[in-house]
């Protein structure tokens, strides 16, 4: 069983947050991440009239019903307490235009509330905040939930690894760990081998690396129509110089037959029933008995 996930340290979910460059590229990531969760008719709804909501996607609710539901998305940390203007206050207040004003579905052009709103930042964000923001919307009788840092990175590593892989710090930042002989149970590595992140992955960069010597190349020679034309001796009376030249060209693919079969490094594809073979040293005994 896998140890429970720790954490992370600052370090950590900073490498993770700098991955997405600006709030634009974190909305359509996310909507990569949604569609990946099987969420369904995921789309990024910010601009000039969004009402609150930056992403809308349907998803089941506990009976089976289908329902909108709001992303609020945050490229910063959410910070503050809903009594002054801060982060906290922003999102409250986005929070509640999206329940207050209802979606209009653009492929059928129904109005539906919407049913649970998700607040979303790659920073953990302090309880004083999200406690201050779901307290209000709770006495409203409004649903809400942050999915932010720790929580978000989980959601990245179980649907989508690759993006921590390839376009995140996070797998260069276990590696240089594993490089400096970082043993202990790092937050870090605890939310990638926690994970479906490659849980196969060693604990040390000794037992990580792989000498090269595994492989074997080869390689493979075709035969192409300059090898495969007909070469019949020819019949009646004919000069020498013709019989010499058809010499030259035997004893050449003689040389080019014997090279292919002493080469161990090359695996030669002959003919089904190894015609081109015998019609070549046929051709050079002929010859030989005719000179």
């Known amino acids: 069983m896998p140890s429970p996930i720790s954490i992370p340290v600052p370090d950590d979910l900073e490498g993770f947050a700098s991955a997405f460059k600006d709030e634009a590229h974190l909305r359509q990531c996310l909507r990569t991440l949604l569609t990946k969760m099987g969420r369904e008719e995921v789309r990024i709804t910010h601009s000039a009239q969004e009402k609150g909501k930056d992403i809308v996607f349907y998803a089941r609710g506990g009976m089976n019903e289908r329902a909108p539901y709001a992303c609020v998305v945050k490229k910063d940390r959410i910070m503050g307490s809903i009594s002054g203007k801060t982060p906290a206050k922003e999102v409250l207040y986005q929070a509640e235009q999206a329940f207050d004003e209802p979606y209009t ?3 059928n052009g129904q109005r539906e509330q919407i049913k649970g709103v998700y607040i979303i930042s790659p920073y953990d964000t302090p309880l004083s905040a999200s406690e201050s923001v779901g307290d209000r919307l709770a006495r409203q009788g409004r649903t809400i939930e942050f999915v932010c840092g720790t929580r978000l990175m989980e959601l990245f590593a179980t649907h989508w690894k690759d ?56 390689q493979y020679a075709f035969l192409d129509e300059t090898l495969r034309q007909n070469l019949s001796l020819p019949s009646g009376l004919v000069r020498v110089t013709d019989i010499r030249a058809v010499e030259r060209r035997v004893k050449k693919l003689m040389q080019v037959l014997d090279y292919l079969e002493a ?23 002929r010859l030989a008995c005719r000179l």
């Open 263 to 285: 080469c161990p490094g090359i695996a030669v594809r002959p003919e089904a029933d190894g015609s081109t073979s015998r019609l070549y040293r046929c051709a050079a005994s």
């Open 163 to 218: 993006f921590l892989l390839f376009e995140s710090s996070v797998l260069a930042s276990y590696l240089s760990a594993l490089r400096a002989g970082l043993s202990k149970d790092t937050a870090l590595i605890n939310v990638i081998l926690g994970r479906n992140l490659p849980a196969e992955l060693p604990g040390s960069f000794q037992q990580m690396y792989v000498p090269q010597t595994f492989s074997a190349e080869v």
């Open 105 to 107: 579905n653009p492929s």
